[in-house]
């Protein structure tokens, strides 16, 4: 897909959305589809990917629903300014401050741009003795212009089973299932009078069995969205992107895309999600110095850390034992500590924590060590203990660099493949230097003589050996 050529798409953006909305020109994009953190003040402990790393995020809010919604309110009046006079919005949201959000949509597009209220409802497990089970979500559904100007493909549900049973199967509809798959249909909706869609959506009725987090939504729900708000080639903007489900299925649908998400976290799943599709993903506002590293949050900081070098997180955020996570090949204990100057009995403990693991190595990285960190760490080397690598950020930073820059032999044209283990490189950097190989010395023979040296400055041709070594 070509960007247009005033912005660049197919890029994620590590940063706070309300200042990178200020930095998009006006009428830009032509479809966003937002999914705000609810105003649920709940605290999530989530699972990313199959690999069972632990990651949490705070969905929690200061102050009261006043406070949150003008915290929104102020994205959202970016939102509408970036939007195309053909585009749409699809606002995301739950019953703790959806009546709330309305009114301020309201205030922003205007109540004749309010399109659509959809109900998505879903099937989970029951909670509370005395409501009705809550299992369904808010799509308020906007438009930056008036209706007859807007991108809108119209989409088509199943006929009723009297229907079908009257008017024979060639009736079948062109669009969506119940699931919200995309079926092909077998005439044109125009010659089978199709039902068009409503604003009823049964798509993900049981919870899938993997999700990247609990409020990760289903591809279908995106998938149907893009599809009846977008044509191929538009681009399509979530300034909360979470995990990255609209951007992937925007790239799997030929849309271009631009995602936004303040976590570091979050932006490396969505670059593993994107690649997995055929997507190149441009990632810009990662932390990259040492002073931009400092300034994450301890779990943010824990999280950096195992993915550059593809490690797994510990399943526990207690009681680990003194263990953050493994290492990508070799499954060695890794602890990160966010601090400087890191002592003798951090390395004390943790030696004691790897060998309850039953490894013989384990890794330890911080801004810095003391000179009491590196002795504990070499006397327990000496007595055979545990091997306790420690490694700087900076190290850590540079090595990266290294392991993923463009050309490398594990690193395939198209997206990022698996990377060795960067734990193990870096542990032989730590090497003391009696442990490293020597290089071969070159054989006597070899060697050029003082004779053919001294011609070899005296005329231009390359420097050989003499006409008796061979």
């Known amino acids: 897909m070509t960007p247009v050529g005033y912005l660049e798409t197919g890029i994620l953006y590590c940063d706070d959305n309300l200042d990178r909305l200020t930095k998009l020109p006006a009428g830009c994009i032509d479809l966003i589809y937002l999914d705000p953190p609810f105003f649920s003040e709940r605290y999530y402990e989530v699972i990313w990917g199959d690999e069972a790393e632990v990651r949490s995020f705070e969905d929690r809010w200061a102050g009261d629903i006043h406070g949150y919604v003008d915290w929104m309110r102020q994205r959202v009046i970016e939102m509408h300014r970036v939007l195309k006079p053909t585009g749409s919005l699809y606002l995301h949201c739950d019953w703790h401050a959806g009546h709330y959000l309305k009114i301020m949509l309201d205030g922003v597009f205007g109540r004749e741009n309010f399109v659509n209220e959809v109900v998505w409802h879903y099937r989970k497990w029951p909670s509370g003795k005395f409501t009705f089970q809550r299992n369904h979500d808010t799509l308020f559904f906007y438009s930056r212009t008036p209706s007859r100007e807007r991108t809108f493909n119209q989409l088509y549900m199943d006929r009723a089973p009297s229907t079908l049973k009257r008017f024979g199967q060639a009736k079948i509809f062109s669009g969506h299932d119940a699931a919200g798959r995309r079926v092909p249909s077998r005439v ?35 998938d ?15 300034p909360f992107c979470g995990c990255g489900t609209t951007v992937k299925v925007a790239e799997e649908l030929q849309r271009q895309w631009i995602g936004i998400d303040i976590s570091p976290t979050a932006i490396g799943v969505m670059k593993r999600r994107i690649e997995q599709v055929g997507g190149v993903p441009k990632i810009v506002g990662l932390p990259m110095t040492e002073t931009e590293l400092r300034e994450l949050k301890p779990f943010a900081f824990q999280n950096w850390v195992l993915q550059q070098v593809d490690g797994t997180s510990s399943e526990r955020l207690s009681g680990d034992m003194g263990i953050d996570g493994l290492s990508f090949m070799y499954h060695e204990p890794i602890q990160i500590k966010r601090s400087e100057h890191v002592g003798r009995n951090v390395v ?35 007595a055979g203990e545990a091997n306790i690598v420690l490694i700087t950020v900076s190290e850590l930073l540079h090595a990266t660099e290294a392991i993923t820059r463009p050309g490398m032999p594990m690193t395939p044209k198209r997206g990022r493949g698996p990377t060795p283990d960067l734990m193990r490189l870096l542990s032989s950097l730590q090497r003391d230097i009696r442990d490293r190989p020597l290089p071969r010395a070159r054989p006597a023979k070899a060697r050029p003589s003082a004779d053919t040296l001294f011609k070899s400055e005296q005329s231009s041709e390359p420097l050989g050996v003499d006409d008796d070594e061979s």
Do not use: H, M
């Open 224 to 238: 149907r969205i893009i599809t009846a708000s977008s044509n191929k080639g538009d681009i399509v903007l979530d």
């Open 188 to 222: 044109s909706a125009e010659k089978s009078g199709g039902v068009r869609l409503d604003d009823v959506w049964a798509i993900g009725r049981v919870p899938p069995v993997k999700q990247l987090y609990p409020t990760q939504k289903p591809d279908a729900l995106l």
């Open 348 to 382: 004390d403990n943790f030696e004691t924590a790897v060998k309850r693991s039953g490894n013989d190595r384990g890794y330890i990285v911080a801004f810095s060590f003391t000179k009491g960190a590196y002795r504990e760490a070499a006397r327990a080397k000496e």
